[in-house]
């Protein structure tokens, strides 16, 4: 994309800058849209996100793809110790419910055979989503840290208070360049 | 006609009202309104969409019904449905919405940039997308003979009908909002019933109930429950494992991740979306075991049955009759109606919009005009293989749909978002194994036994979910690994991409 650009650039301001030459037109050519594969990230970024990756890519790419991998172990090993966790434990407690005489066992009335399925689990799935939510924001958290960089705040209500602070804050209408 | 056909018919015209009103033609613009919104709704507004989307036929009627026939089998739907999104929010949700595609499609192109991946995943969407509309026309079908009346063809139609003309007029935006809306309704269509309900069994006691531990008895063996606990412990597991497995690999609730603004809010819409599931099924386990009680005596399980062959999914249609008489007998029985047909409303409208953005992408090249011609196929096709096969349990029927898209769609989700070193050819073998394996195993466990609650050996055929989902995993891995082929060599670029959040600025150096 950029190539194209600069390529494009230096044409048009000649053609500006002598209108006298306008009858020695080059040939025609025909134009055609970009041959080359869009990257990964002009196919699918928008134009802001597209800037601030380019903003940040260059500073230093090793460090970055640290940063990530790093990012990723620890949102996968949150999401397996969550969800793996709660399987074996939904397993073990049916398992319970049948081999052994707990599940005759009543509450209120309710025999736990019951109880624990119908309604026993859901608390338990609440709590571990809220839990999970937290921990995850907190790792994108300490992963922008590293990088020097602030989340967006669109929801997050994990401490907006420090990304206004660093924030330079372009007042509006000025256009701040970048 | 009596007083409750007119009651069930009026409640069912005013939700098909409503809906069309809401969904009537709209503010969209461009092919982005018509696929995901242009991405503006707001994470308490998506959850509620996603769970009038996700909460069909088989969680309003086919739920209180397996419980009503096989006991505490029956519980373990709610819990997996529900702890399916959890397993949606650890591992999806936030990646997917990065990930900036439209569709499960989008998503694989993106990852292996592969033009037979894409064919693949276009293939078992549809497929999946087509399998879990028949039930819901089903659920219309029976919903609408056994409370109003109607012939058994009126309910699918007019369902495909108000679908149809919301999708092509509205798109998703305006589906957005009707499924939304239809939350709401759904939970007050089976919330005022239950209270009602509790109240005439628990405090106005005007009813002779039988013998309260009838209701806790595991599996009446007159209603096909076996009172054998290891197969029902299997079963259940079975059951667990394709329903938390299986939403990932669902077109239509996926597709909704794409509206949320950004990762976070994703996973903000999965957490009130789980609260509110939870809500929700609260209500159909009550109103299953208070049928239980209702209906626990072989002798009324005797009658239940005589009055049509899917009596099951009828119950909770059935239970304000039972419970009280007269006007509010009626009026319980319409309500209950009219939530149903909206459930069948927003799983199908969600259904189509996923399916026929997904054919239009593949087929028609992305139009507005395409998105209309897939709209119309991915209706069609259903109706007619709907009127062409059998009548399977609901909530069975739609356990079927998740055991197939856990064991195609939802390894190669998982290991495309978490693992570098996936390729396209073990994503490709991965999702044919896990399609052909779960497939044929139903078909032929269904073929061969009556039912899809099934002891022994058959049992294995008929919820696979417990070999196959690790079959398709192992596939994936093997071929992955010892395969001729490497990672896509953007690999790293994408994982970048899915798992970072996204970035404002750039902090000034300390």
Redesign the interface.
Same mark, same amino acid.
């Given at each position: 994309m950029s190539d194209t650009d600069s390529a494009a650039h230096p044409a048009a301001a000649d053609s500006a800058a002598h209108p006298a030459a306008a009858p020695s037109f080059p040939p025609r050519t025909a134009v055609r849209g970009p041959q080359a594969e869009p990257?990964?990230?002009e196919?699918?970024?928008t134009r802001s996100?597209a800037a601030?990756?380019a903003?940040?890519a260059g500073?230093d790419s090793d460090q970055?793809?640290q940063a990530?991998r790093g990012?990723?172990r620890a949102?996968?090993r949150?999401?397996l110790i969550? %969800?793996v966790g +709660?399987?074996c434990a939904?397993?073990l407690i049916?398992?319970l419910l049948?081999t052994t005489g707990f599940g005759s066992l009543t509450l209120w %009335?309710?025999?736990l055979?019951?109880a624990v399925?119908?309604?026993g +689990? +859901?608390p338990v799935?609440?709590v571990?989503? %809220?839990l +999970?939510?937290r921990r995850? /924001?907190l790792n /994108?958290q300490r992963?922008?840290e590293v990088l %020097?960089?602030?989340?967006?705040?669109?929801?997050?209500t994990a401490a907006p208070q420090a990304?206004l602070k660093?924030?330079?804050n372009p007042r509006p209408g000025s256009g701040a360049p970048? | 006609m009596t007083g409750e056909q007119i009651a069930v018919l009026a409640a069912v015209a005013l939700v098909c009202a409503v809906t069309l009103l809401l969904g009537g033609p709209g503010f969209s613009r461009s092919t982005g309104d018509f696929f995901v919104a242009s991405r503006r709704v707001p994470?308490w507004m998506n959850a509620s969409a996603i769970a009038g989307e996700f909460l069909s036929a088989a969680s309003f009627l086919g739920v209180a019904g397996l419980i009503l026939a096989h006991g505490?089998y029956g519980?373990?739907f709610p819990?997996g449905y529900?702890?399916g999104f959890? !397993?949606v929010?650890?591992?999806m949700a936030?990646p997917l919405r990065r =990930?900036?595609?439209y569709t499960i499609p989008d998503f694989v192109v993106?990852r292996f940039r592969s033009a037979m991946m894409r064919r693949m995943t276009v293939l078992v969407v549809v497929a999946a997308g087509w399998l879990y509309i028949v039930p819901q026309l089903h659920g219309a079908s029976i919903a609408l003979s056994a409370t109003g009346g109607a012939p058994g063809w009126v309910g699918p139609l007019l369902v495909a009908l108000v679908v149809l003309f919301v999708v092509l007029t509205g798109g998703m935006r305006s589906v957005t909002l009707a499924q939304a809306v239809q939350y709401w309704v759904k939970l007050t269509a089976l919330l005022v019933p239950t209270v009602f309900i509790l109240l005439q069994v628990g405090f106005w006691e005007r009813l002779e109930l039988p013998e309260?531990h009838g209701a806790?008895s595991?599996g009446l063996a007159t209603l096909g429950g076996t009172g054998d606990?290891?197969g #029902?412990?299997s079963r =259940?597991?079975s059951v667990?494992v394709a329903l938390?497995m299986g939403t990932l690999g669902l077109p239509h609730v996926l597709v909704r991740f794409y509206t949320n603004? #950004?990762g976070?809010?994703a996973?903000?819409t999965?957490?009130f979306l789980?609260?509110l599931l $939870?809500l929700f099924?609260?209500l159909p386990?009550l109103l299953g $075991?208070i049928a239980r009680m209702v209906w626990g005596t072989t002798a009324a399980a005797g009658e239940l049955a005589g009055t049509g062959g899917l009596s099951h999914d009828t119950a909770i249609l059935r239970l304000p009759a039972a419970v009280f008489d007269g006007l509010a007998s009626d009026l319980l029985t319409a309500l209950i109606a009219g939530g149903a047909f909206a459930a069948f409303l927003s799983t199908t409208s969600g259904l189509v919009v996923s399916v026929s953005g997904v054919l239009s992408q593949e087929f028609f090249s992305g139009t507005v005009r395409g998105f209309r011609l897939g709209a119309l196929l991915a209706i069609t096709v259903p109706l007619v293989v709907g009127s062409a096969t059998s009548e399977l349990a609901l909530a069975g029927a739609v356990a079927m749909v998740f055991t197939f898209t856990a064991s195609a769609l939802a390894p190669v989700m998982l290991l495309g978002v978490?693992w570098r070193g996936l390729t396209a050819q073990g994503a490709f073998w991965g999702m044919a194994a896990g399609a052909v394996s779960s497939l044929a195993a139903q078909v032929l466990g269904l073929s061969l036994g009556e039912g899809p609650v099934q002891d022994g050996p058959l049992q294995l055929l008929v919820s696979p979910a417990l070999w196959c989902v690790p079959l398709a995993f192992a596939v994936t891995v093997l071929v992955s690994r010892f395969g001729a082929g490497q990672p896509p060599s953007?690999t *790293?670029?994408?994982?970048?991409?899915l798992?970072?959040? *996204? !970035?404002?600025?750039?902090?000034? =150096?300390?």
């Open positions: 990257t990964v990230r196919a699918l970024l996100q601030d990756h903003r940040t500073a970055r793809a990530v990012l990723m949102q996968l949150l999401a969550l %969800g +709660f399987f939904v397993v049916s398992l049948v %009335g309710v025999p055979a019951w399925p119908g309604v +689990f +859901f799935l609440l571990l989503a %809220g +999970f939510r995850a /924001e /994108e992963w922008a %020097g960089l602030s989340l967006q705040s669109s929801v997050s990304a660093t924030t330079p970048r | 994470p505490t519980l373990w819990v529900t702890a959890l !397993i929010l650890l591992f936030a =990930s900036g595609a993106l309260f806790w595991a606990q290891w #029902d412990f =259940s597991l667990l938390m603004p #950004d976070a809010a996973r903000r999965t957490t789980l609260g $939870v099924y609260l386990v $075991v978490w953007h *790293e670029a994408v994982m970048a991409l798992h970072t959040p *996204e !970035i404002v600025a750039a902090r000034p =150096s300390r």
